[in-house]
Every structure is written in C-alpha cells, then in structure tokens.
C-alpha cells in the first residue's frame, strides 16, 4: 500500500489557543478524542485480522497432502478465484514434482496466470509443459497457451513487435511438432494474426525510411515483407510503395517488375487501381 504523502503547508499548523497541546498531533492537528478513538481502533482491529484471514485463505493450508493441495488448487480454479488456484497449483508443484498431476497442475497453473491476467507469468508456466514435456498429452495445448498469452502482450504497431515474433514462433512450434493436434487450425489463426502484425510493422519502418529519402533501407524492409510474409494483406501497398522507392534511385527494370507483379497478381487491389492510373498518366507501359 503507498503511503499518503504529508502535505507540505510550509511549516506546521498553529495551536489555537483554546485547545490543550495533549489533544493536539506534532503537526499542529487535534487528535480524536478518546470517545471517537475507541470505536475507531475497534474498526481498525477487526479490518486487520479480516485481512490476515483473507490473505490466509489464498493460500493452500501447509498442513495439507498433495491430493490435498492439489483438489484445493482445483476447487479454487473452478470457482473462479485465479489468483488463489495459481498459489494452490504452484505449492502442489513444489511439493510434488513427479506427480501423475504435475502435468495437469502445471496447465492449469498457466489457465490461471492467464485469466488473472498475468500473461507473462502464464506464458512462462505453459513453456515450461510443452517445452520439458513435449511428450505430455497436454503439451500442444500448452504451447497454444504460450502463443495465446504472448498474443494477448503484443503492443500497439508503433512499438516494439518481440511479444508479437514470440507468439508467432510459439503458434509456429505446435504446428511443426503437433500438425496433428485438434489446436492446429487455432494456432494457425493466431500465427497468420501475428505474422500479418509483424508484416505491417516492417511496411511501417519501411515507409519511414522512404520519407526520409533513405531508400536503400526502405528497399530492405519492403523486400523484408515480401519474402517472410507472402501472405500478409499489406503485400500490394508494399509493392507500389518498393516500385516508388526503385524509381527514386533509379532502378527502372527492378521498378518495371515490381509493377508488372503488382498490377498482375492483385490487378483488383485500390493499391493496383491507383499506380495504373498513375503510371498511365505517366505514359508508362
């Protein structure tokens, strides 16, 4: 809890002369008077150990078994009290590494970071299945909460896209070692997001390259979309914005194909549309 900061009056208050110095705190202000502290202090005792008992209640009593811990864990997930079940399933894990259940509690440990909120934390207990565990029945499941929590951390485009690349990687990792799991069509949804984020964020800097009259560097981010992110919807802004960029710095052959490719392959495109009216205008072929 932050501790209320003293306002700052230039020096303490002064004692009117009708009060006693005994009712009085070293600021200058009068205390309570002992009628109205009695009740006051009653309330403060009774919120304090309110709150020890409620601090005690999440988390799993010490003198419990594992089945214990862990049945605890569970009931406090089912209820929907994340923050309790993260603790219960954590002390299980602790306790008893080598469980039948530790596969379970460790998913579950990752359910409940995440629907508190905590994604990073969830991120790292779902790594810790599906990348110790890759032959548990739950690893794939794992590894879609990985790409899930990081998903959920990705920021906003004018930021850094590392949450972003690792929920791509981690959707990209269940394809590759499950392409069987029932999740699959799940991650591949999530992975095309990401990939289709991290390709507008390549266009983004390249753009800012390309009015900076930096073209070379533009040329590289655009290219960097073309080849990593094929799919992505940005590719026929990316392909007019490189055909401008070739013009600039005189690559007349490169800027040629680019628009070949362009007016071609997305002909029905408003970024197709818009360099065959200019280009036209222009006298281009």
Same mark, same amino acid.
């Given at each position: 809890?932050?501790?209320?900061?003293?306002?700052?009056?230039?020096?303490?208050?002064?004692?009117?002369?009708?009060?006693?110095?005994s009712?009085?705190?070293?600021?200058?202000?009068?205390?309570? @008077?002992?009628?109205?502290?009695? =009740?006051?202090? %009653? #309330?403060?005792?009774?919120? &304090?150990?309110? +709150?020890?008992? $409620? *601090? /005690?209640?999440?988390n799993?009593?010490?003198?419990?078994?594992?089945?214990?811990?862990?049945?605890?864990?569970?009931?406090?997930?089912?209820a929907?009290?994340a923050?309790?079940a993260?603790?219960?399933?954590?002390a299980?894990?602790?306790?008893?590494?080598?469980?039948?259940?530790?596969?379970?509690?460790?998913?579950?440990?990752?359910?409940?970071?995440?629907?508190?909120?905590?994604?990073?934390?969830?991120?790292?207990?779902?790594?810790?299945l599906?990348?110790?565990?890759?032959?548990?029945?739950?690893?794939?499941?794992?590894?879609?909460?990985?790409?899930? @929590?990081?998903?959920?951390?990705? =920021?906003?485009l %004018? #930021?850094?896209?590392?949450? &972003?690349?690792? +929920?791509?990687? $981690? *959707? /990209?990792?269940?394809?590759?070692?499950?392409?069987?799991?029932?999740l699959?069509?799940?991650?591949?949804?999530?992975?095309?997001?990401?990939?289709?984020?991290?390709?507008?964020k390549?266009?983004?800097?390249g753009?800012?390259?390309?009015?900076?009259?930096?073209?070379?560097?533009?040329?590289?981010?655009?290219?960097?979309?073309?080849?990593?992110?094929?799919?992505?919807?940005?590719?026929?802004?990316?392909?007019a914005?490189?055909?401008?960029?070739?013009?600039?710095?005189?690559?007349?052959?490169?800027?040629s194909?680019?628009r070949h490719?362009?007016l071609?392959?997305?002909?029905?495109?408003?970024?197709?549309?818009? #360099?065959?009216?200019?280009?036209?205008?222009?006298?281009?072929?």
């Open positions: 809890m932050r501790r209320a900061h003293p306002r700052e009056s230039g020096g303490a208050a002064r004692a009117s002369a009708d009060e006693p110095p009712v009085r705190s070293a600021r200058g202000r009068p205390f309570p @008077s002992r009628s109205v502290r009695r =009740p006051l202090l %009653a #309330l403060l005792a009774a919120l &304090t150990v309110g +709150a020890a008992v $409620a *601090c /005690g209640a999440a799993p009593p010490g003198q419990l078994s594992p089945e214990g811990k862990y049945q605890w864990a569970r009931e406090r997930y089912a929907g009290d923050g309790a993260a603790k219960g399933f954590k299980f894990l602790l306790a008893s590494p080598l469980d039948p259940r530790a596969d379970s509690a460790q998913f579950l440990l990752g359910q409940s970071y995440f629907q508190d909120g905590k994604y990073e934390q969830a991120a790292d207990a779902f790594d810790r599906g990348t110790n565990r890759p032959t548990s029945e739950l690893a794939d499941d794992a590894l879609l909460g990985v790409c899930r @929590s990081y998903w959920r951390l990705s =920021p906003e %004018a #930021l850094a896209q590392d949450y &972003t690349h690792q +929920a791509e990687d $981690a *959707c /990209g990792r269940l394809l590759q070692y499950y392409p069987d799991s029932p699959s069509d799940s991650a591949q949804a999530l992975q095309e997001e990401a990939r289709d984020k991290l390709a507008a390549a266009y983004r800097v753009e800012w390259y390309y009015r900076q009259g930096i073209y070379e560097s533009a040329n590289v981010y655009f290219q960097m979309v073309l080849n990593d992110y094929p799919k992505a919807p940005i590719v026929p802004d990316v392909l914005s490189l055909y401008h960029s070739y013009r600039k710095i005189g690559f007349d052959s490169e800027a194909d680019v490719r362009l071609t392959e997305y002909a029905d495109t408003r970024a197709a549309r818009r #360099l065959r009216d200019e280009t036209s205008d222009q006298g281009a072929d």
